[in-house]
């Protein structure tokens, strides 16, 4: 079983940067993709970026792209968010999760939380305007 814990999250005024972090324990990550979603109450928790099991590929909601960066380190141990130009519609509780299924194919579905069988929980991202 495998263990995700979320840092990075904290108050930032808008146009500013933050850099989330998902650290993984107990279980190695090299063939999973990672994603990361963002819950605001009352809505769905949405996909916000997804890097594949290799890190060759990397995808991202429109709303984020451009802006947001999904990376990982050569073990999976560590997955990181990179978020530029912030604005107050991204505040949310981002999550980190690892996708079910090992080694997905490069047409794996990354936006469908539902195939995430794993989940961090969670670290507050807040932008003031």
């Known amino acids: 079983q495998v263990q995700l814990v979320e840092s990075g999250g904290g108050l930032v005024q808008a146009g500013g940067s933050l850099r989330l972090s998902c650290a993984a324990s107990g279980r190695t990550l090299s063939r999973y993709a990672m994603g990361w979603f963002r819950q605001v109450p009352g809505i769905e928790r949405e996909f916000v970026a997804a890097?594949?099991?290799?890190?060759?590929?990397?995808y991202y909601a429109d709303s984020v792209k451009g802006r947001f960066t999904i990376s990982g380190d050569n073990a999976k141990a560590t997955v990181f968010l990179q978020m530029n130009s912030l604005k107050p519609e991204d505040t949310a509780v981002y999550y980190c999760?690892?996708?079910?299924?090992?080694?997905?194919?490069?047409?794996?579905?990354?936006?469908?939380?539902?195939?995430?069988?794993?989940w961090g929980q969670g670290t507050q991202v807040t932008v003031s305007s």
């Open positions: 890097i594949n099991w290799s890190g060759s590929s990397t």
């Open positions: 999760a690892k996708y079910r299924t090992p080694l997905a194919s490069s047409n794996f579905r990354y936006s469908e939380r539902l195939l995430y069988d794993s």
